[in-house]
């Protein structure tokens, strides 16, 4: 006996936040009872209501959710029904929801010191959801308004910088990159012209103060004028004016000079103290070796300074001529008065031992810097060893760097480790022991694709055949392993070996399309612990942009960019120039420690990881490359090639 479909179900609607692999939802339903007898569900998608007009879907019985790509910037429409052999259901309750339409901004250009004019980032998202707006790479000066958009400020160095903004509605991130360029400001050659009319050059004063003055007229810059005069560092009364007009000024100044050694001052040493409370002003003077005078040299009362750091310097005289002096400062202290003498300078803390990881014939240290250098600036830092849990001795001293990769280990022993900080008084305390072992690692692939296979990747040259999700769009040419023959965005191509493991380091040369991608990016990946699956995984990849951009991003991918999903770090590599390109790619997985980086061919590869994320998803998998379309690309479709695939087994 048949029945009719006696109920419906919960519709709800999830949005990958990984934008490289395009921004699809998800629509996701509780399956209808089994009494139903259910054949299939139909998922109607429509940017008005039940309309259907973007797309109707049959799906299966056995599946509950359903994803597709939605159009940025419009409200859509999604609701389900179910069908039996008696007929059809009447349609769920209805959800909609829009994503951002973010327009890309175009380059800016900007003269350092001036305020920019407000740019405002152009975002629709009709449904009215709630936006966040979040940047990296502004110019130094400038802001984002995390709720409006707008950037606003005064750039304050010159450079070009690449600038990612990013905007999130609570279901999709996506992002726009442009190149924002801080131009100097243009040189003013011309100082302005100084008379002091109140005293003669050579003058001798005998009163405790005097009134300097004088005129003042600039015509550099066009003209613009004098904006202020400053005497012996504080400012005139007048002494601005504009463009060629003249400016009158004056300061009255209290005096204070002497002569501490009438000769023999080549070579000696003095002690200076210098103290200012309120509007007080003291200093005193004495030869290094005599005791320290018990009253001020000079005492004063000014008020134009209020606040301010520390500071010494040197100044030469006008007429000065070689040989030129050197003159050196030891012993410097500045303190607080709150404070009655300088503090005396101590050994520095321990420092904190974050990670040993044992590696084939290395172990690698990582740590943070002590809480406390004791007051002097930390220079070395000391690295113990071990056999023995307590029992490390001195290893090797390094200078101020907060990692070490120590070489002289043998695979299969347990090595223990402690490091110490080091500064002008000394060696401080020793930080936490940590230990590792380091051991050999199996080759899992090693691949130079130095064949020719028409179809698919074929053997690889260690680690037996590939697995391919395409092979009409895969191919071994030319010494590279390729992935083409794309027809549309939101396309997906994987490659992988079938062993897996558990901890792995992943490394190969990508070749990017030899021209930019028009209408969006595409990206290729490196991937770690790779599931059945061999979207989702550890990801590294790189995304070529229409604008020639190159960006980079780490990310945890589950359900093919969907929920479980999580974008570890990301960053730009290049603004521009990025097409035909060659790029290294290396990941490793290591427990929790996710690490990646990422470097030009040709160059040497950076010493540090380019990110590191800690994160336990995923804990095996397979090796495996892929390449993705994003949404809105089009025609012309690109070619990538992989080569120099390798991934090792850590243990």
């Known amino acids: 006996m048949r029945h009719g479909i006696a109920s419906l179900f919960t519709l709800i609607l999830i949005s990958s936040p990984v934008v490289a692999y395009g921004q699809t939802v998800t629509a996701m339903w509780d399956p209808s009872p089994p009494s139903d007898q259910v054949t299939s569900y139909q998922a109607c998608i429509g940017t008005t209501s039940k309309s259907c007009n973007v797309q109707l879907a049959s799906v299966s019985n056995a599946q509950t959710a359903y994803i597709f790509t939605p159009t940025p910037g419009v409200v859509h429409y999604v609701a389900i029904k179910a069908t039996n052999l008696v007929g059809t259901s009447s349609y769920s309750t209805e959800a909609s929801f829009s994503i951002p339409s973010f327009t890309q901004p175009v380059n800016q250009s900007s003269p350092v010191g001036v305020a920019i004019t407000p740019l405002n980032m152009s975002v629709t998202d009709p449904d009215g959801s709630a936006r966040n707006f979040t940047h990296t790479g502004l110019p130094t000066g400038l802001a984002l308004n995390a709720t409006t958009g707008q950037i606003t400020g005064t750039p304050s160095a010159a450079g070009t910088y690449n600038v990612t903004v990013f905007v999130n509605d609570s279901l999709v991130t996506v992002s726009r990159s442009f190149v924002w360029t801080i131009t100097a400001a243009a040189a003013d050659t011309t100082a302005p012209a100084l008379s002091i009319t109140s005293h003669t050059n050579g003058q001798t004063l005998s009163a405790a103060s005097v009134t300097i003055s004088g005129t003042a007229s600039d015509s550099g810059r066009g003209g613009n004028g004098v904006s202020s005069v400053m005497v012996n560092g504080q400012a005139a009364t007048g002494g601005s004016a504009t463009a060629s007009a003249t400016a009158s000024w004056s300061r009255t100044l209290t005096l204070a000079q002497g002569t501490l050694s009438s000769s023999g001052a080549a070579g000696s040493d003095w002690w200076t103290r210098l103290v200012v409370s309120g509007t007080s002003v003291k200093a005193k003077w004495w030869r290094d070796g005599a005791s320290e005078p018990s009253t001020w040299t000079a005492t004063a009362t000014d008020t134009y300074w209020a606040s301010g750091t520390a500071a010494v310097g040197v100044y030469v005289s006008a007429g000065i001529t070689s040989p030129f002096p050197e003159t050196r400062f030891d012993n410097i202290h500045a303190v607080s008065l709150g404070s009655t003498t300088p503090p005396v300078p101590t050994p520095p803390g321990a420092p904190s031992l974050t990670s040993a990881s044992g590696a084939d014939g290395s172990v690698s240290l990582q ?266 690309l089009k025609s012309p479709f690109p070619q990538i090639g992989f080569d120099n695939f390798q991934a090792a087994n850590l243990g």
Do not use: C
């Open 367 to 632: 740590w943070s810097a002590p809480s406390s250098n004791g007051g002097a600036a930390v220079t070395n830092y000391n690295v113990y060893r071990g056999t023995a849990s307590g029992a490390e001795t001195l290893l090797t001293q390094i200078g101020n760097v907060t990692s070490y990769t120590d070489s002289t280990v043998t695979n299969g022993t347990t090595y223990y480790y402690e490091v110490s900080a080091v500064n002008s008084v000394g060696e401080g305390a020793l930080s936490n022991e940590r230990s590792a072992t380091p051991a050999t690692s199996s080759v899992l692939v090693s691949d130079q694709f130095g064949r020719t296979v028409a179809s698919g990747f074929g053997t690889a040259d260690v680690g037996g055949p590939w697995s391919v999700s395409s092979t009409a769009r895969t191919k071994v040419t030319g010494g590279q392993g390729v992935i083409y023959g794309f027809t549309a965005a939101n396309q997906d191509v994987q490659a992988w070996i079938p062993t897996t493991a558990t901890n792995m380091e992943v490394v190969g040369l990508v070749q990017l399309n030899a021209s930019n991608p028009v209408g969006g990016n595409y990206q290729a990946r490196l991937v770690a612990r790779a599931q059945t699956d061999a979207r989702n995984g550890y990801v590294a990849r790189i995304a070529h942009t229409p604008a020639g951009a190159l960006t980079w991003t780490l990310a945890r991918v589950a359900n093919a960019g969907g929920t479980g999903s999580a974008t570890l770090a990301q960053g730009t590599l290049l603004s521009s120039g990025a097409a035909g390109s060659r790029w290294w790619i290396r990941l490793r997985t290591s427990g929790t420690t996710i690490q990646a980086r990422f470097w030009r061919d040709g160059t040497a590869e950076p010493a540090t990881w380019t990110a590191t994320a800690t994160d336990s998803f995923w804990t095996s998998g397979r090796a495996a490359l892929g390449a993705l379309t994003a949404s809105g």
